[in-house]
């Protein structure tokens, strides 16, 4: 199993970006998709994820800020980045469980966020 994210770029503060992963190779089905971020000289830390159920949970600092999504039949999940604040600013990595229990992480895109 593969993962592609695309979405990421330059924008200015206040501005929006939408973040795509698409997982491609075969799938039994997902337990979790989320996406993570980690800014220079820091750590990864989660952003959002969504669970199989349909449960979501947000990084307090990005929270009424960011919506997360997927497609399912697309083996797809989307982070819509609105009022973009230069914090913000880091790699993007998504990462999805997969049945049975198998955490895969795609490449890394990179937001900046400009004051």
């Known amino acids: 199993v593969q993962l592609q994210a695309s979405g990421g770029g330059l924008v200015q503060a206040g501005g929006s970006l939408r973040l795509s992963c698409a997982a491609s190779g075969i799938i039994f089905g997902f337990k979790a998709m989320g996406w993570y971020r980690q800014a220079p000289g820091g750590q990864r830390e989660l952003v959002a994820v969504i669970g199989s159920g349909g449960t979501i949970n947000y990084a307090d600092s990005v929270k009424g800020r960011f919506t997360i999504s997927r497609d399912n039949a697309k083996n797809t999940v989307f982070l819509q980045m609105n009022s973009l604040k230069p914090d913000d600013t880091a790699v993007y990595y998504c990462?999805?469980?997969?049945?049975?229990?198998?955490?895969?992480w795609g490449q890394g895109t990179q937001v900046t966020v400009s004051s």
């Open positions: 990462n999805f469980v997969i049945v049975p229990l198998q955490s895969v």
